[in-house]
């Protein structure tokens, strides 16, 4: 997620203290060959394509499969309400459809026998867009360019004194070590990657990039670009995990690892739907990519909560497509969001959901209510630090569910650096580099030290790997004091520890030169 105020993906975006209550013990038992037939249909059964309701707007929707009801029986059902199957995924029992039918999910909620949840991904009808520039990024001027290759020492990329991040979690000493295998790749679910940079082309998978906008993978040559005029978003991920180590800009985390992009966001909203996410966990898996960085959260909800039924099979989808992955040898990191939010609180206010028609304010219990696919389970959650190793003011924490902290970027922490700028340098479209702050900035550093450890240990599984991230972290205690938005010192009230854990660092500040040793 990058600095507030900006309209770039809000993304960041936010492991779980509790299991979440997701239906996923019935997921797991889905498999391809199932061949029980479904339970009798309900009334619904008696609606036909033909005589369906077509009087309302557009929308996609998720349907989440029992366990022993087959695609097949789905597709048909989706049918007679008047529904368009978009994709299915037999591995997971999930149908991704589309109807202007206003009583969809209500119909095919009421057949039990073939159907967990039913939801729309979406409360706004969909429509062509337009694009439209982020605008959020701050450019590297060609002044303090100069200034940081005059600095840079032998060893170094050109840009990197600029990069304090990198010293933050000893990436650079890391290097002289292992820069990562070329058997591991990240995943970066986000806006696209512009392949073309050339700090990205050496270390760029085409193979495993796609566009999954819409449900569908797309892997026709450069659909995970970015899309004209659109966010430099995933770009800049995408430097911070893997730039090549190359005598150009700048250096990853884990400059000698594979980089893929999955494009999920919407075109000129940068939206990130369900059926997309769906889409770019299942493709991750489906390609043998091993760690994937989600600097987001899934639209239009901020949380999701499971009272709601539509919101509920959007927990569930997606949950499965998680854990699905996970299963496969995929690790799943995600940003913990920066609303300056306690993610463990009992209530907190989301005043900005859904985000793609009228916001409707309302008190949510983030521990039923989840923010995705930060808190669900198995998911590597990580809180944003600067360069004075304090909480970003704008960063989301909370005990118990931000596992660890990584460097994000924070104007108000100035480092010792040739540009004296806080923030996080990175490779940007169109073979440039910027500056951007948010947690979306910590997740990718993260992402590279998991890769990092992958290089290091093949076998090792998902579990293992965040347990070792958690392990070799540096404990950072609750400190007295932390910048406000404003600039300002105030006493860091809001910081609570218990288990070895704080609530604004986890376990703490990942460390990449133990990953490597």
Request: glycine share 10%; with cysteine; proline share 6%.
């Amino acid at each position: 997620m990058d600095q507030p105020g900006s309209p770039a993906p809000k993304k960041r975006g936010r492991a779980r203290a509790v299991p979440v209550g997701l239906a996923l013990t019935a997921s797991l038992a889905f498999l391809p060959a199932v061949s029980a037939s479904a339970a009798p249909l309900g009334t619904a059964d008696a609606v036909t394509a033909s005589k369906a309701d077509t009087s309302g707007p557009k929308l996609s929707y998720v349907a989440n499969l029992n366990t022993y009801a087959t695609v097949k029986a789905a597709k048909k059902a989706v049918e007679r309400a008047g529904g368009t199957v978009v994709t299915a995924y037999e591995q997971i029992g999930v149908v991704v459809a589309h109807s202007q039918n206003p009583d969809f999910a209500k119909q095919l909620r009421a057949q039990r026998g073939l159907f967990v949840s039913v939801g729309a991904t979406r409360t706004a009808p969909m429509s062509a867009v337009q694009t439209t520039d982020e605008g959020a990024t701050q450019q590297l001027g060609a002044a303090d360019a100069a200034k940081a290759a005059a600095a840079a020492q032998e060893g170094q990329e050109p840009l990197e004194p600029n990069q304090w991040d990198l010293r933050t979690i000893k990436a650079d000493k890391a290097h002289k070590i292992n820069d990562g295998s070329r058997n591991v790749t990240v995943g970066i679910i986000d806006t696209g990657v512009d392949d073309t940079h050339p700090d990205l082309a050496p270390n760029f998978s085409k193979g495993q990039s796609a566009n999954c906008v819409g449900g569908v993978a797309d892997t026709t040559e450069g659909a995970w670009r970015p899309y004209a005029d659109g966010s430099d978003h995933g770009t800049h991920v995408a430097g911070t995990i893997g730039a090549a180590r190359n005598g150009i800009g700048v250096s990853g985390v884990a400059p000698g690892v594979q980089i893929a992009a999955i494009k999920v966001s919407e075109p000129g909203t940068s939206l990130f739907y369900t059926e997309a996410v769906v889409c770019g966990f299942m493709f991750a898996a489906e390609k043998g990519i091993e760690v994937t960085n989600n600097s987001y959260y899934v639209d239009p909800w901020l949380f999701n909560c499971k009272s709601d039924d539509d919101q509920k099979a959007l927990v569930e989808a997606i949950g499965r497509a998680t854990k699905y992955a996970e299963r496969k040898g995929t690790l799943h990191v995600a940003s913990a969001g920066n609303s300056n939010q306690d993610l463990a609180a009992d209530s907190l206010v989301d005043d900005t959901s859904p985000n793609d028609t009228t916001p409707v304010p309302r008190t949510i219990d983030p521990k039923v209510c989840l923010d995705l696919p930060t808190q669900l389970p198995g998911v590597v959650t990580v809180s944003a630090t600067g360069d004075k190793g304090l909480r970003s003011y704008y960063s989301s924490y909370g005990l118990g569910v931000v596992d660890v902290a990584a460097p994000g970027g924070d104007k108000w922490q100035v480092p010792e650096t040739p540009d004296a700028n806080g923030r996080v340098l990175s490779t940007v479209p169109g073979g440039l580099y910027g500056y951007k702050q948010g947690t979306s900035m910590a997740a990718p550093h993260v992402a590279g030290v998991a890769a990092l450890l992958k290089s290091a240990h093949p076998s090792a599984t998902p579990s293992q790997l965040q347990a070792m991230l958690k392990a070799q972290s540096t404990k950072a205690a609750c400190p007295t004091q932390i910048y406000d938005a404003a600039g300002a010192l105030i006493d860091a009230t809001t910081c609570q520890s218990k288990w070895g854990q704080t609530g604004y660092y986890g376990y703490g500040v990942i460390d990449a030169l133990k990953a490597v040793k």
